[in-house]
């Protein structure tokens, strides 16, 4: 089935510093990825997604990259704030007609992003 | 507008006991997946209901189960709990089942075992 390795777990940076965090998957039929923010006992929020056509995006301070040749993306923050400080999940959903992994989001472990002022 | 709600927000339950929890979808979203996230861990799919069928299932035993009603609000099913099954447990709705609709998540409900 389907594998998202996300890093780093944790990463911790200055106010108005850029934050960057990757992820690989191993399913080449993955063909839509989409990023959540998660406050502590907060559900997770959608921050920006990309699907397999595209190689990147861009939304204000956030961006993602996809390397389909690479089975990787990224999620690229810039300028960031205080309240960027949040657990931030990948995932990665593969198109399918049937069986069991239908509509399925898999997940990566999250990365603990800690934003200083 | 109103957004996936859930409920309860929280429960306790005791193992080998039974528990339903309950999600319904943003207006006019037809489709509802159900996921489990372990404290520290990213979120495992469970199941994915559309127009009433299931259209997706996890790798979790058959102690789970869910249903969509034609309302498209949705139920999970718990039996037999285990100590295992302590978690959070999100429910996250789209407008249908293709591969361009984003998921939105609600606040879930938060199930103790003891």
């Known amino acids: 089935g389907e594998n998202v390795e996300q890093h780093p777990s944790t990463l911790s940076v200055q106010e108005g510093d850029s934050a960057v965090i990757k992820c690989t998957y191993s399913?080449?039929?993955?063909?839509?990825f989409p990023w959540y923010k998660q406050e502590l006992g907060k559900r997770p929020q959608l921050i920006i997604d990309i699907r397999s056509n595209v190689g990147e995006k861009k939304d204000q301070r956030i961006a993602v990259t996809l390397n389909k040749t690479a089975k990787h993306f990224s999620l690229h923050i810039t300028e960031t704030q205080p309240e960027d400080s949040a657990v931030y999940f990948c995932?990665?959903?593969?198109w399918g007609t049937g069986g069991t992994s239908y509509g399925k989001l898999t997940f990566g472990q999250g990365t603990i992003l800690t934003v200083h002022p | 507008d109103a957004g996936v709600t859930q409920s309860p927000t929280h429960l306790i339950k005791t193992r080998g006991q039974q528990v339903t929890l309950r999600c319904s979808p943003i207006s006019g979203h037809k489709s509802v997946s159900w996921y489990q996230q372990v404290l520290g861990q990213g979120p495992q799919f469970i199941f994915q209901y559309y127009e009433k069928e299931e259209r997706g299932r996890g790798n979790f035993p058959d102690r789970f189960s869910a249903r969509q009603f034609p309302n498209y609000s949705s139920e999970l099913n718990v039996n037999a709990l285990l100590l295992g099954d302590s978690a959070l447990y999100l429910c996250?709705?789209?407008?249908?089942?293709?591969?361009?609709?984003?998921?939105?998540f609600g606040d879930g409900t938060r199930l103790s075992i003891l």
């Open positions: 995932a990665a959903r593969r």
């Open positions: 399913d080449s039929a993955s063909n839509y």
């Open positions: 996250a709705s789209s407008p249908g089942q293709g591969w361009v609709q984003p998921q939105h």
